[in-house]
T-cell receptor, first 115, second 117 residues
């Protein structure tokens, strides 16, 4: 069965530092891939998604992610962290032929940004 | 557009009680979903619906029921609450741009925090 692994349940960076959040999937057929962000006490909102166009995907708030088929990865990056980036980040996959567009989520990575 | 709305925001139940979590969307989305979020576990799909009158089980359906009589509403029913159902529940919806909806963005409500004591 498809699974999603996010390496690191907590990541802490200094303001202005590079943000790197890791995501690996298990499917042999590349799925559609998503990154969602959850700010405290809110629902999730989409940051970006990969749907088999360009492998480097740009999202909101300066985030981007690169799909690497050989590594089965879809890591999220941002060159310079802001305090407002502190949130929980979820990687999710949707298998290409699944009925209903169901998402499988990773465990989440909580990002802390130090001043 | 209000988007996806959920009520109530918080609820405390006693073991064995029942309740319905309400979810409404005003975006005319065909697909709707219920997830539960537990610390360190990500989100798990409980039930989903691809249109009025059509529902199906997700990964963790035991102890829950759903119905979809209209496009807008997708209530989740807990019949006999158990401590294991203490969680945060999220409703989401999407408008499938292709037949299966596999690449579409899901829009989430603000969540319902449920505690069963």
């Amino acid at each position: 069965a498809q699974s999603v692994t996010q390496l690191g349940s907590h990541v802490s960076v200094s303001e202005g530092a590079l943000v790197l959040l890791r995501c690996n999937y298990s499917s042999s057929v590349p799925p559609y891939l998503f990154w969602y962000v959850q700010y405290p006490n809110q629902g999730l909102q989409l940051l970006l998604k990969y749907t088999s166009a360009a492998t480097l995907v740009k999202g909101i708030n300066g985030f981007e992610a690169e799909f690497k088929k050989s590594e089965t990865s879809f890591h999220l990056t941002k060159p310079s962290a802001h305090m407002s980036d502190a949130a929980e980040y979820f990687c999710a996959v949707s298998e290409r032929y699944n009925q209903g567009g169901k998402l499988i989520f990773g465990q989440g990575t909580e990002l802390s940004v130090k001043p | 557009n209000a988007g996806v709305t959920q009520t109530p925001k918080f609820r405390i139940l006693k073991i064995g009680q029942s309740m319905t979590l309400q979810c409404t969307q005003d975006m005319n989305h065909n697909y709707m979903y219920w997830y539960r979020q537990d610390p360190g576990m990500g989100l798990k799909l409980i039930y989903y619906s691809v249109g009025a009158g059509i529902t199906d089980k997700g990964e963790v359906p035991n102890g829950y029921n759903v119905s979809r009589s209209t496009t807008e509403d997708f209530p989740l029913r807990l019949e006999l609450a158990a401590p294991s159902q203490t969680s945060v529940y999220f409703c989401a919806s999407s408008l499938p741009s292709s037949g299966s909806g596999t690449a579409d963005t899901q829009y989430f409500g603000p969540g319902t925090r449920l505690t069963v004591l």
